[in-house]
Structure formats: C-alpha cells, structure tokens
C-alpha cells in the first residue's frame, strides 16, 4: 500500500521557535509538495520539489523554507514561527509523466502560540 | 492564472439523497481535472479523474464529466449515504505544469441519517 507519512500529527510550538515538518513516502516518486489547509481557502501551495535538492516556490513560500536531500524525504521548515502559521500542513508526493495525480499524508496539525 | 471554483458549503442532505457539487475553472491549455475527498481527521484522497473532455470519471458512485465548453466539472452522486460526510475539493492541473495541481476551497458535505 501506498503511503505519504508525516512525522508530526499535532505541534504546539511558541513564537520564534524554528519548526521542522518531516515528511517521507515509500513510492519513490520524482515530485514532492507541501501545501497549508485554512478554513474557507483551501489548499495553498507553499513549496514543491522535483528532484532531490531540486525545489520550487509556490504561492506563499513567504517565512517557510524546505530541504530534499533524498528523494523519499521532503521537509518544511519555519526558520521563526508565528501565528499566523498555525494552520494545517500537508505533504504530497506524485510521480513524473502521470497524470498528475498527489498522494498525501494525513497531515501536521500546527498551533503557534 | 490557473483557478477553481466550487460552490461554498455546507451542504446538508438526507441519507439517499441526490448530490452536485459544482465546479469551475480557469486554465491554460487542456487541464487534467480531479476530485478529492477529505474524511474527518484525514488526509486528501483521490475520488475521480478525467483527462480530457468529454471524458467521465468515476468510483464509489461519484460521477464527475469533463465539459470543455462550459469549463466544469461537477461532482455527482444519485444516492448519499451518511459514510459520505467529508470536504470535497476540484482541482486542476493545467497543461503547462507538470507538477502542480490548483485546489478550489473545498465544500462539507454532512449527510443525516
């Protein structure tokens, strides 16, 4: 079976910690994504990555930062959380040349104090 | 840019009632066009797919059509049942990105016994 795990289903951190998102999928899949979940906006792309050490912006990269040393692990980084970041996080991976279709974790539920 | 829009919840039905979920879009060149279900306390997973238009995707009851000339891709189902109360979600990925996919906000669906 298929599977996107991330490593933190609930954080509570404090203001101005650094806060790392893990997340590793078993498909050895090419690309990788980590969007934010809010009420009443849906799913917005914050970064994605194509290739290890290979990423892209999305469309609100602003105060994140993300590493992909290997292909199977994608993570996002808050260098100084706040909070305005408690949100929902979810990663996804896809595999190149398919349709296009995203796996994704269950999510990183993250409360910023 | 790339944009969906579906129509903002909640919906409230009864068990075995009809269900459309509405969706349009905005995109470049021929998109790829999906719908994913969000359970309580779940990560997205993939419902249905089409490719291109005209085309009809399915599975679990959910039926969704590709129609390029109105731009939508609707989601219905003839008989809800209360297992089907989750966040819907359109998304896109437009023939120009090999990796991205654009989310609509998403719609609640809560199905009463």
């Known amino acids: 079976d298929v599977k996107v795990t991330q490593s933190s289903r609930y954080l509570v951190k404090r203001t101005g910690e650094k806060v790392f998102l893990e997340c590793v999928q078993d498909m050895d899949h090419e690309n990788m994504f980590w969007y934010r979940q809010d009420p009443g906006l849906g799913l917005r792309l914050i970064y994605f990555?194509?290739?290890?050490?290979?990423?892209e912006k999305g469309d609100i990269p602003e105060g994140y930062s993300v590493s992909r040393e290997k292909k199977e692990r994608f993570s996002l980084i808050l260098e100084s959380a706040s909070t305005n970041q408690t949100s929902m996080y979810l990663c996804?991976?896809?595999?190149?040349?398919?349709?296009?279709?995203?796996?994704f974790g269950e999510g990183s539920r993250l409360t910023v104090l | 840019g790339d944009s969906v829009t579906q129509m903002e919840g909640p919906v409230t039905l009864s068990e075995e009632a009809f269900l459309t979920i509405n969706c349009t879009y905005t995109a470049t060149g021929y998109p790829s066009l999906f719908w994913y279900v969000q359970y309580p306390g779940e990560g997205l997973q993939l419902l249905l797919k089409?490719?291109?238009?005209?085309d009809k995707g399915s599975n679990k009851g959910f039926e969704a059509t590709y129609r390029k000339e109105t731009t939508s891709f609707h989601l219905e189902k003839g008989s809800v049942q209360v297992s089907d109360s989750a966040v819907y979600f359109c998304?896109?990925?437009?023939?120009?990105?090999?990796?991205?996919?654009?989310f609509g906000k998403g719609t609640l669906l809560t199905v009463n016994p």
């Open positions: 089409a490719t291109k238009a005209d």
């Open positions: 996804a991976s896809s595999r190149s040349g398919s349709t296009g279709e995203l796996f």
């Open positions: 990555s194509y290739d290890v050490k290979m990423k």
């Open positions: 998304a896109l990925r437009s023939g120009g990105s090999n990796y991205k996919l654009t």
